[in-house]
C-alpha cells in the first residue's frame, strides 16, 4: 500500500512537471512584471500620442512590422510611422501569452482601437500582435521586434468602369 502512495506521488508530480511549459517554470515573475509595466507605459504613451515616450519602449535597432506598409527600423523611422497616424481615441493590449528565457522574451496578444480621421466617421480595429522583447545591460526590458495585423478585412474596392 506504502508502496503504491509513493508511486501515485512520484507519477503525479511527474505529470505536473510535464504540464508545465519549460520556458514558463524559468521566466522570472520579476521579469514578466517589468515587461508589462513597460506596456503599460506603451498604451498610455499611444493613447497620449506621445510617440517619443513610446519610441523609448523600442530598442534603438527595433523593427516594428505594421500592417499594410513596409517595416519601420530603428527610433528614427518608428518615430516617422507613428507620427503618421490618425487621432487615437481609444487603444487597449490584451496580453494572451508572455513568456522567455535569459535576455529574451515574448508576448503574444491582442489589441483594440478606434482611430478618428479628420472629417471621417470613428474608425475601429482589432487585431492580434507578437513582440519580442529583449533585456538591456541596465536591466530594463525594450521590444526588439514587434508585429501587428488587424482582423478587420480590407475594404473592397469598387469596380472600375469599363473604358470604351
Known amino acids: 500500500m506504502r508502496r503504491s502512495i509513493v508511486t501515485?506521488?512520484?507519477?503525479?508530480?511527474?505529470?505536473?512537471?510535464?504540464?508545465?511549459?519549460?520556458?514558463s517554470a524559468s521566466f522570472?515573475?520579476?521579469?514578466?512584471?517589468?515587461?508589462?509595466?513597460?506596456?503599460?507605459a506603451f498604451v498610455t504613451a499611444v493613447r497620449d500620442t506621445a510617440w517619443a515616450s513610446w519610441a523609448d519602449i523600442y530598442s534603438p535597432d527595433a523593427v516594428l512590422g505594421p500592417p499594410n506598409t513596409p517595416a519601420a527600423v530603428g527610433r528614427e523611422a518608428l518615430l516617422r510611422w507613428a507620427r503618421?497616424?490618425?487621432?487615437?481615441?481609444s487603444f487597449t493590449l490584451t496580453e494572451l501569452d508572455i513568456d522567455g528565457r535569459g535576455d529574451?522574451?515574448?508576448?503574444?496578444?491582442?489589441y483594440h482601437m478606434v482611430v478618428q480621421p479628420a472629417g471621417a466617421p470613428?474608425?475601429?480595429d482589432s487585431g492580434k500582435y507578437i513582440e519580442v522583447w529583449r533585456k538591456q545591460a541596465n536591466g530594463?526590458?525594450?521590444?526588439?521586434?514587434?508585429?501587428?495585423?488587424?482582423?478587420?478585412?480590407?475594404?473592397?474596392?469598387?469596380p472600375t468602369p469599363a473604358k470604351r
Open 28 to 40: 522570472p515573475s520579476a521579469d514578466a512584471d517589468a515587461i508589462r509595466a513597460a506596456r503599460t
Open 8 to 23: 501515485l506521488s512520484i507519477a503525479g508530480v511527474a505529470l505536473l512537471a510535464c504540464t508545465q511549459s519549460p520556458a
Open 140 to 158: 530594463s526590458w525594450k521590444i526588439s521586434r514587434d508585429v501587428f495585423n488587424s482582423d478587420v478585412p480590407l475594404p473592397v474596392p469598387s
Open 122 to 124: 470613428a474608425s475601429p
Open 84 to 89: 503618421t497616424l490618425p487621432p487615437i481615441t
Open 104 to 110: 529574451l522574451a515574448f508576448v503574444h496578444g491582442r
